[in-house]
């Protein structure tokens, strides 16, 4: 592995249905994010966390959680997926939260909740 | 919250330049970063600045004037490759990050 994986690519699911999105990255990165990026709004938080052992709600959060047990690993659950919920997820990684400290990005996985 | 404004298409012609505006508001500013992103591919970074003034790296460069809650990005000698997203983060005391919508900018020939 380099950098940041996610799975699956790609989805389609069921309305109702329990559906967990796996992100592992292997730079021993403090920080991690999840995003929704949607046509017209651009990336937007979901939820984040700073180091291992704790999380932080964003812009969005509604209808999913994490967990991060973990330095490498950061996985986001929805727990009953609604068609709003159809959009394209990525997951990404800092060093730290501050600084110059980019963000780095992994492929994505695009979910679509019928 | 942030209010991140950023033009919604950009079309240019290879080898010209092209600058991307975009104007932001926030209560406690930590930095400005700039992303490429493809079509079907994740955001890459491009830029940071955090002081004002430009930052210069390759053909693209990128201002800050925070005074003015504006960053601009200037990609020069366009080429067909540089037909992307063009996205423009804010990130707070907070340390989050709050995007723009993006510009789709387009090279043509």
């Known amino acids: 592995i380099a950098g940041i994986t996610q799975a699956p690519t790609s989805q389609i699911l069921a309305a109702g249905r329990r559906m967990t999105l796996r992100c592992t990255q292997d730079m021993r990165h403090n920080a991690m994010y999840w995003y929704r990026q949607d046509l017209g709004l651009g990336l937007r938080l979901i939820h984040y966390s700073n180091t291992a052992g704790t999380t932080g709600k964003g812009e969005v959060p509604d209808g999913y959680s994490v967990s991060r047990a973990n330095t490498d690993d950061f996985p986001l659950t929805l727990a009953s997926a609604v068609p709003s919920q159809t959009s394209v997820y990525f997951c990404a990684s800092s060093d730290s939260a501050g600084g110059a400290d980019t963000q780095y990005f992994g492929p994505g996985t695009r979910l679509t909740v019928l | 919250g942030q209010n991140i404004d950023q033009p919604t298409e950009m079309t240019a012609t290879e080898g010209a330049i092209v600058q991307i505006n975009c104007t932001y508001q926030?209560?406690?500013?930590?930095?400005l970063f700039w992303y490429q992103q493809h079509a079907g591919e994740a955001p890459t970074f491009l830029s940071y600045?955090?002081?004002?003034g430009l930052e210069e790296k390759g053909r693209f460069s990128s201002f800050l004037s925070r005074s003015k809650g504006y960053s601009y990005l200037l990609l020069k000698e366009l080429q067909m490759k540089d037909s992307a997203s063009y996205l423009c983060a804010v990130r707070e005391n907070d340390y989050k990050l709050s995007f723009g919508a993006g510009t789709t900018v387009t090279v043509r020939a």
């Open positions: 926030t209560s406690g500013f930590n930095g």
């Open positions: 600045n955090v002081l004002d």
